[in-house]
């Protein structure tokens, strides 16, 4: 048993200790929105915020976010209005779109910390988070646009 | 606006039709409705009824219309631009039209490039499906023009269309399609169309602009489903053991662990595997790691090696005595080498390499008691395929099969086979548990499991005569069928021509009287399947680099080199030449090289310039230029992404990636080991796709294969060694470089 909040709403989860945060949410909570890519931390389709900080969620033993607050794409925004989200429909950034949820959530808290990141500081914020369809420069292009209108 | 509707339930297309009261349509062989009426004249029909003039468009009362797309979506975009394609020709305004995937296997439906399967490969889709959109949305256009002069009481002739609307200039009416539709009074008969009636380009309102995809917003919130999303009541989750070796099948299962681990509630052994089935997945993917088994020792696969494949492979390329299966000839290559005044030869390899979609495979299977009649969820390529692998898998007939086509995590071919052996995972776990069953792969498993892109060795020879004109290329592919594993059924009816194999060896680029590609087949050494590309990724390092290796030889410009060999092709020159201004291909610049390769893509063609430099060693990629002619562009921006995204994939491939297998094992495991190209490791990428006046063709594989030979040839002009190998990994360039040979 865990407990914790997740997009805001307080929850107890029936799980091992040690299940990955990403099937808990996943399939326990069917918040399908977060992506199971390698499992081993590489690819970043799994990114959370834990208490705000980017996280793996595959590599998170369920155990470890007792008592915090975790948030998914799902709690992003209600209604696809974060900036980020904005912008990556205004970029059209998503391609077969697995990794864009990770990528998303990824961003999110360079430009809680930054509101003005410089195009090096993307690359290396976002350097975790793997896209095969080669949606890169897009990526950074929505990032850039969402810190210009946030 | 809702235009994704994926997921369950899916109504079958006919279903729909008959439980649309009063009118009852018959779908003919050629994909359009022959009849209409059955009892009541379909002028008489309640007017709630939809209209649906044809199996691709229906126009509902209140103004929404239904568009059918006979393809599936895997980030390439075809389900946006394809039906678009029928609402321009419709006049329709695309806010109100909704897009379903056909979910069934019916040919009427079918991409005739693929035997009228549903098939979404080869980057077809726009191309094949163009001229029936055309038709469709013409078709219906007419019959609501018809109704509606009725209607309003006046000549056709004086009535336009547009975003959903009929208007009556003249008397300043205008009726909405809805209300059109509303109001019935339809011909009895469905008119036929003419291309006369096509809607001229220059009026396009859609076609040709940045209609953004409809899958992208759903794609930045987390509500796109994909195939692992899918939740069925009651189901279990299934984690497999699979056998390291293709071939092999388990002989003893130790699952006494497994079955202590809580949440595990059954082991099943699958004829390659062994499936720990369990309420959770995470339960599943505890009790597979307890898992003892002893597999079977019999497999010719053992082995199998990858350094040895390429050797023999090479041994069989340039044993000119081994006569291969001619995919592509022009004059005689034979006779034109013979009487050569100069002949070049080189031999070129290149290693596997794996899909990497970033969605592990997975299917859900629900399977009937009695193991005749099946409901799969899965991202598939092909719908048709997937429930004739499924309905062969349980020995019944294909209508037994429901299919629910989910959006895909990444394709590039890796879900393309008639047996998909995901989806026989599920189906026999369910069949196993009599319940509803998500098999999920971890990334380990779909790489053990993997089907590469095929391993290959090519030998090129290449001749000119006295007064230095190039007059013949042979190129000889040694490399196994894939279309074999792909689909038996294929590969007999192919008469050896092996399209996956040889693509991009036939030669529609340059003016060479003399050529010929032809098939030496080989035994393959791991598992194969089409990649991104096809053939083309390795048959184009080949030719490619060659073509560079001959410009050198006469000590020529590769760039003018080409332009001459393509003089009777003035579509490619301007490619080249688009490509050669953006990169300033005369100026020189200090320390660094630019290299050049085109690679078509059926009929699309490209260009890409490379610039590198090499320090320490290392070798640097700084920039590189592409430039795509597609025909026709529907959709610029998206056109422009998939282009930069072959790049960006060929930059991985040819700098990063390869697939070892090791007796018979794959030596690779996860992203830790089989690393793709990062953000961080990106060079500059400049992309141009030119919108010409021939017919659109695709751009979803446009692009990929240029990047290894531009590297290649880049390397060669900076530092004089020539590398014939791909990948161009760091161990590859800095050995090559070392001793001067490639």
Redesign the interface.
């Known amino acids: 048993m865990a407990t914790f909040d997740i997009n805001g709403k307080k929850i107890d989860v029936n799980?091992?200790p040690?299940?990955?945060l990403l099937?808990v949410i996943?399939?326990?909570l069917?918040?399908?929105?977060?992506?199971?890519?390698?499992?081993?931390g590489?690819?970043g389709?799994c990114t959370v915020h834990i208490d705000g900080e980017s996280a793996f969620s595959c590599l998170t033993p369920v155990a470890a976010v007792e008592g915090k607050s975790i948030t998914?794409?799902?709690g992003?925004?209600p209604d696809?209005s974060h900036p980020l989200?904005k912008a990556?429909?205004a970029e059209?950034?998503?391609?077969?779109?697995?990794?864009?949820?990770g990528q998303?959530m990824r961003a999110a808290t360079l430009l809680a910390e930054n509101k003005n990141p410089s195009r090096d500081e993307i690359?290396?914020h976002?350097?975790s988070?793997?896209?095969?369809?080669?949606?890169?420069?897009?990526?950074?292009k929505a990032v850039q646009r969402a810190a210009r209108e946030v | 606006m809702t235009k994704l509707r994926q997921g369950p339930p899916h109504l079958d297309r006919r279903e729909f039709i008959k439980s649309t009261a009063g009118i009852t349509f018959a779908i003919s062989a050629t994909g359009f409705i022959s009849a209409c009426t059955e009892g009541e004249p379909v002028a008489e029909s309640p007017p709630a009824d939809p209209l649906a003039p044809n199996i691709w468009v229906t126009i509902y009362p209140d103004d929404r219309i239904q568009i059918m797309y006979a393809g599936t979506e895997?980030?390439?975009?075809s389900m946006t631009a394809t039906p678009l394609i029928l609402a321009e020709h419709l006049d329709a305004d695309w806010d109100n039209v909704d897009v379903e995937t056909v979910a069934v296997h019916d040919t009427a439906f079918g991409n005739f490039v693929f035997a009228n399967m549903l098939y979404t490969a080869g980057s077809t889709n726009v191309f094949a499906y163009f001229k029936k959109m055309q038709i469709a949305g013409t078709q219906a256009r007419k019959m609501l023009v018809a109704a509606a002069a009725s209607q309003l009481g006046v000549a056709e002739e004086e009535l336009t269309t547009e975003l959903s609307n009929v208007v009556h200039a003249a008397s300043g009416r205008k009726l909405s399609y809805g209300e059109i539709v509303s109001g019935g009074q339809f011909p009895a008969e469905i008119p036929e169309v003419d291309e006369s009636e096509f809607k001229r380009p220059a009026d396009y309102r859609y076609l040709g602009t940045?209609v953004?995809?409809i899958?992208?917003?759903?794609?930045?919130?987390?509500?796109?489903?994909?195939g692992?999303?899918v939740?069925v009541p009651g189901m279990l989750?299934a984690a497999i053991r699979r056998t390291p070796v293709e071939g092999e099948r388990p002989v003893e299962v130790d699952d006494s662990e497994t079955l202590k681990v809580?949440?595990v509630t059954n082991v099943v052994t699958l004829p390659n595997g062994v499936a720990v089935v369990g309420e959770?997945?995470?339960?599943t993917r505890t009790g597979k790691d307890k898992l003892k088994i002893i597999w079977s020792e019999e497999s010719r696969f053992r082995k199998a090696n990858t350094a040895e494949q390429l050797q023999e492979y090479g041994v069989a390329a340039e044993d000119l005595s081994i006569s291969g299966t001619p995919w592509a000839e022009t004059g005689d290559v034979i006779e034109a080498l013979a009487g050569a005044d100069e002949v070049v030869s080189a031999t070129y390899t290149t290693e596997p390499v794996y899909h990497?979609?970033?969605?592990?495979l997975n299917a859900t299977a629900s399977v009937s008691e009695d193991g005749k009649s099946a409901e799969i969820w899965v991202g598939t390529q092909t719908q048709s395929l997937s429930i004739l692998g499924a309905a062969q898998a349980l020995e019944t007939s294909p209508d037994k099969i429901t299919l629910h086509p989910l959006?895909?995590?990444?394709?590039?071919g890796r879900r393309s086979p008639l047996r998909q052996q995901y989806i026989d995972d599920a189906l026999f776990v369910s069949l196993a548990v009599k319940k509803p069953v998500k098999v999920?792969w971890?990334?380990?498993d779909d790489i053990e499991a993997g089907k590469f892109r095929t391993a290959a060795t090519q030998h090129m020879r290449g001749a000119f005569d006295a007064e230095g004109r190039l007059v013949a290329v042979h190129h000889r592919v040694a490399a196994p069928t894939i279309l074999e594993t792909m689909n038996p059924m294929r590969w007999e009816a192919a008469n050896g021509k092996d399209v996956i194999t040889m693509l991009g060896s036939e030669n529609t680029t340059y003016d060479i009287p003399n050529h010929m590609a032809e098939h030496v087949l080989t035994d393959r050494g791991s598992r194969v399947l089409a990649w991104r590309g096809v053939g083309t990724s390795y048959n184009k390092f080949a030719m490619e680099s060659f073509i560079d290796e001959l410009a050198k030889s006469r000590g020529a410009d590769p760039f003018e080199f080409r332009m001459q060999l393509c003089h009777k092709n003035p579509r490619m020159q301007n490619v080249l030449q688009n490509v050669a201004d953006m990169a300033e291909w005369t100026r020189p610049r200090e320390g660094r090289m630019l290299g050049l390769a085109v690679s078509g893509y059926h009929r699309s063609l490209s260009a890409g310039i490379v610039e590198i430099s090499i320090d320490d060693g290392q070798l640097q990629v700084h920039k590189f230029w592409a430039v795509g002619d597609p025909g026709f562009v529907v959709s610029p921006?998206?056109s422009e992404?998939?282009v930069?995204?072959?790049?960006?994939?060929g930059l991985?491939a040819a700098l990063k990636e390869r697939i070892t297998i090791e007796n018979g094992r794959v030596k690779q495991s996860?992203?830790?080991d089989y690393p793709?190209i990062?953000?961080?490791e990106?060079p500059e990428?400049e992309t141009k796709v030119l919108s010409t006046e021939y017919p659109a063709t695709g751009v979803g594989e446009l692009g990929l294969a240029m990047v290894g030979p531009a590297i290649a040839n880049a390397i060669a002009t900076l530092t004089g060694v020539r590398i014939r190998h791909l990948p161009l990994t760091p161990d590859v360039v800095s050995a090559a470089i070392g001793s001067g040979t490639g």
Request: negative net charge; glycine residues 10%; hydrophobic residues 35%.
């Open positions: 799980a091992e040690t299940a990955p099937w996943r399939e326990h069917k918040l399908t929105g977060t992506k199971f890519g390698c499992g081993i590489q690819c389709t998914t794409i799902e992003l925004s696809s989200q990556w429909i059209e950034v998503p391609q077969c779109g697995y990794c864009q949820s998303i690359v290396e976002m350097n988070n793997l896209c095969r369809c080669g949606t890169y420069s897009r990526i950074v | 895997m980030g390439q975009g940045d953004m995809r899958d992208v917003p759903s794609k930045v919130n987390g509500t796109a489903e994909y692992i999303d939740q989750f809580a949440g959770t997945v995470e339960a990497a979609q970033m969605e592990p959006t895909m995590g990444g394709g590039y999920i971890s990334r380990e921006s998206n992404a998939q930069e995204g072959n790049i960006v994939m991985s996860n992203f830790h793709i990062r953000m961080a990106l990428i």
